[in-house]
């Protein structure tokens, strides 16, 4: 029964309570959710649908191919042109070799900057933080003299691998998440005796778990896909990543291929299927570590 005496100001309209609102919001968002995603996904499915396709239709109807339309001859004829293996296996090592490199050099400088205490230190974390705002472009020319001209690295994994050997995101990612461990930790070890390589490896890398995943993905995308340095230190086919094959794919054979389209559709999802894999082994690393655990007897 509805309280006559109570003042006007405090009814409530009928069909306008707070579970109502919070409801309308949560559908709305989802619905915005789902939306981004789709538009986000898309790409990917037509990229996909598109490797698959022995016709190539370019218009929208080909979002939505017709079953005998599909097959796996575009993926044949890329490998045939380009060696899809043997483009994977370069681009495994080159990216894997700067994965190394990065980590460990990153883990070093890092923890150095974090709690090692030294003359320069503000000043060499300075610099670390300069070098990012410098475009690997401006260093492009003297890299290319000094690789290949000086050290004679042309067409080796070494010369593609040395440039990107060191990165100071990571170095910048693992001295931030060094400073945010406990202190105690390190002064309890150090009266314990331990050196602070056995820091290190048994005290600070096993909690820093989010910040290695950060790096690894971090370190992978971008020699993954990177184009512009193989293709100008490796010319031997043999040697270049699958990017660069890919690349000279486009520019050579495409145009006397029967479904360039599908084709270079079917390069593409090979080049991004590792990136994508990582990614969705890796998104269940991303949560935070109790560090208070560290700390208790």
């Not at 000043?123 to 004679?152: E, H, K, N, W």
């Not at 993905?217 to 890919?246: H, I, R, Y």
């Not at 794919?249 to 291929?257: N, Q, R």
Request: overall charge positive; hydrophobic content about 50%; proline content about 6%.
């Amino acid at each position: 029964m509805t309280d006559v005496h109570a003042p006007a100001g405090n009814r409530r309209p009928a069909g306008h309570s707070p579970h109502t609102h919070s409801r309308a919001r949560r559908i709305l968002s989802r619905l915005a959710l789902l939306a981004g995603a789709f538009a986000f996904l898309f790409p990917f499915y037509y990229m996909l649908v598109g490797s698959l396709q022995r016709e190539p239709d370019s218009s929208p109807a080909g979002a939505f191919p017709r079953p005998g339309n599909l097959s796996l001859h575009n993926y044949a004829e890329i490998n045939s042109a380009i060696s899809l293996g043997r483009s994977l296996i370069n681009s495994g090592i080159f990216t894997g070799g700067v994965i190394v490199c990065t980590t460990v050099f990153g883990l070093l400088a890092g923890y150095a900057l974090a709690r090692l205490h030294f003359r320069g230190k503000g000043s060499t974390f300075a610099l670390v933080l300069l070098v990012q705002v410098v475009p690997f472009q401006l260093l492009m020319i003297p890299l290319y003299v000094l690789i290949v001209r000086d050290y004679g690295l042309a067409d080796s994994y070494i010369g593609i691998i040395l440039p990107f050997a060191i990165n100071t995101s990571a170095v910048f990612i693992f001295r931030q998440f060094f400073l945010q461990l406990p202190q105690a930790m390190f002064e309890a070890a150090r009266i314990d005796g331990a050196g602070e390589l056995q820091i290190l490896f048994r005290i600070a890398i096993p909690l820093c778990k989010p910040a290695l995943a950060s790096v690894v993905l971090l370190s992978f995308t971008g020699p993954w896909n990177e184009f512009l340095w193989p293709f100008l230190v490796t010319k031997e086919q043999d040697m270049q990543p699958l990017a660069v094959s890919l690349a000279n794919y486009i520019s050579t054979v495409s145009s006397a291929a029967a479904n360039p389209f599908g084709a270079i559709l079917a390069g593409a999802c090979v080049l991004a299927a590792p990136a994508v894999a990582l990614y969705l082994v890796f998104q269940s690393r991303f949560t935070s570590t109790d560090l208070d655990s560290a700390t208790k007897g």
